[in-house]
Antibody, heavy 121, light 107 residues
C-alpha cells in the first residue's frame, strides 16, 4: 500500500525549532518529488516546501530562510527542519507526493494524515 | 507568485444538484491545475489533475475543464459524500499556490 506517515509535531515556544519526519512506503521514494503543505485550523492549504529527486529545494517567501526540507532516500524519509518558529506557523503539516517527471511539476496524489505543530508560549 | 482566485467561497446545494466551482489564475498556467476534496479532519484527496483528467478511483460525476487562466470543477449529480471543501491548485511553477477553498454544504 502506498503510504505517507508524518511524525514529529508538538508544542514549541516562539523562536524554537522542530523537525518533522515523513515515512514513505509502497513506492520508489527516490523517484518522486516530495512536498510539505500546511493548514492552520479552519483555514486553507498553504504549500510550504518541495524537494526534487536531485535534491533541489523550493520554498515560498513565508518560510524561506527558516525552514529546510531534506530527504534520505535510503530510509524512504522526508524531513522538514523548522527554525525561528512563529505563532503563524501553527498548523497541521502534511507531506505529499508529487510527480516522477524530472522536468515537470505534478499534482499531489498521495498525502499523509498530517502532524500538528503548535507554536505558543 | 501566481495568484489563484476561487469562487464561490461557500455553496449550498441539495443531493442530486449540479454544481460548478471556478478558479482563475493571475497568469496563464496551461493545464497545470488540480482539484482536491477535503473532509473535516482528513487530508486532501486528489480528484482531477491536468485540469480535466480524473484521478483513478474518482467517480465520473466529477469533471474539470479549462486551460490558460480559467478553470471549472463540476459535480454533475451531488451525492451525500460530496459535501466537503474543495481546493484548486496550480503547479505550473513555484511557488505552488492553492485557491482559498469552496465549502460545499447541504441545503
Amino acid at each position: 500500500e502506498v503510504q505517507l506517515v508524518e511524525s514529529g509535531g508538538g508544542l514549541v515556544q516562539p523562536g524554537g525549532s522542530l523537525r518533522l519526519s515523513c515515512a514513505a512506503s509502497g513506492f520508489t521514494f527516490s523517484s518522486y518529488d516530495m512536498h510539505w503543505v500546511r493548514q492552520a485550523t479552519g483555514k486553507g492549504l498553504e504549500w510550504v516546501s518541495a524537494i526534487g529527486t536531485a535534491g533541489d529545494t523550493y520554498y515560498p517567501g513565508s518560510v524561506k530562510g527558516r525552514f529546510t526540507i531534506s530527504r534520505e532516500n535510503a530510509k524512504n524519509s522526508l524531513y522538514l527542519q523548522m527554525n525561528s518558529l512563529r505563532a503563524g506557523d501553527t498548523a497541521v503539516y502534511y507531506c505529499a507526493r508529487g510527480g516522477d517527471n524530472w522536468n515537470d511539476l505534478d499534482a499531489f496524489d498521495i498525502w499523509g494524515q498530517g502532524t500538528m505543530v503548535t507554536v505558543s508560549s | 507568485a501566481i495568484r489563484i482566485t476561487q469562487s464561490p467561497s461557500s455553496l449550498s446545494a441539495s443531493t442530486g444538484d449540479r454544481v460548478t466551482i471556478t478558479c482563475r489564475a493571475s497568469q496563464g498556467i496551461s493545464s497545470y491545475l488540480a482539484w482536491y476534496q477535503q473532509k473535516p479532519g482528513k487530508a486532501p484527496k486528489l480528484l482531477i489533475y491536468a485540469a480535466s483528467t480524473l484521478q483513478s478511483g474518482v467517480p465520473s460525476r466529477f469533471s474539470g475543464s479549462g486551460s490558460g487562466t480559467d478553470f471549472t470543477l463540476t459535480i454533475s449529480c451531488l451525492q451525500s459524500e460530496d459535501f466537503a471543501t474543495y481546493y484548486c491548485q496550480q503547479y505550473y511553477s513555484y511557488p505552488i499556490t492553492f485557491g482559498q477553498g469552496t465549502r460545499l454544504e447541504i441545503k
